[in-house]
């Protein structure tokens, strides 16, 4: 997919959940910019759905299914308006993680939700999204580099 058609669907899934009472600020600027970043880094925007090497991370932001799990059991299970909403945005009945693979739209939300649960605001910068993405997605043990994840920004969606 192109950066143009994943910043459209981006936008209009964020601005779907940003109508609960709850989170009207979930799609603000930096908040898009950090997910195209996020599946630019993870995916080269959807170019791969399963992650490289036979590891379990799934879909366009290569998120791992226990990531998933838990943030459905420990988050969403309590936010019931945000669970029943992005179960509609995403169509369908119920969670599961193999749906990430294919469904963009999940994949979007609970990328968010997983951005949604960390403590610090998200900043508005490149080098401010790097750093948090390696902090708060990647982390400290994964492989991705913040210098790699500006360069496949750069590549992908700018």
């Not at 195209?36 to 090497?53: D, F, N, P, W």
Request: hydrophobic share 35%.
């Amino acid at each position: 997919m192109n950066s143009n058609e994943l910043r459209e669907i981006i936008t209009d899934t964020l601005g779907r959940i940003a109508s609960l009472p709850s989170y009207p600020t979930v799609n603000r600027e930096e908040v898009i910019e950090l997910l195209m970043g996020t599946c630019a880094q993870e995916s080269h925007l959807g170019k791969y759905r399963k992650q490289i090497g036979g590891g379990p991370a799934l879909g366009i932001f290569q998120m791992e299914p226990a990531t998933f799990n838990d943030i459905v059991t420990n988050y969403l299970n309590n936010r019931i308006p945000l669970k029943e909403k992005i179960l509609e945005i995403a169509g369908v009945r119920e969670f599961n993680a193999k749906d990430l693979e294919s469904n963009d739209r999940l994949a979007i939300c609970m990328t968010r939700v997983h951005y949604l649960r960390k403590p610090a605001s998200i900043p508005a910068s490149l080098d401010g999204q790097a750093a948090y993405w390696k902090k708060y997605y990647n982390t400290v043990l994964g492989k991705g580099t913040e210098e790699e994840y500006k360069a496949n920004y750069k590549r992908f969606v700018k």
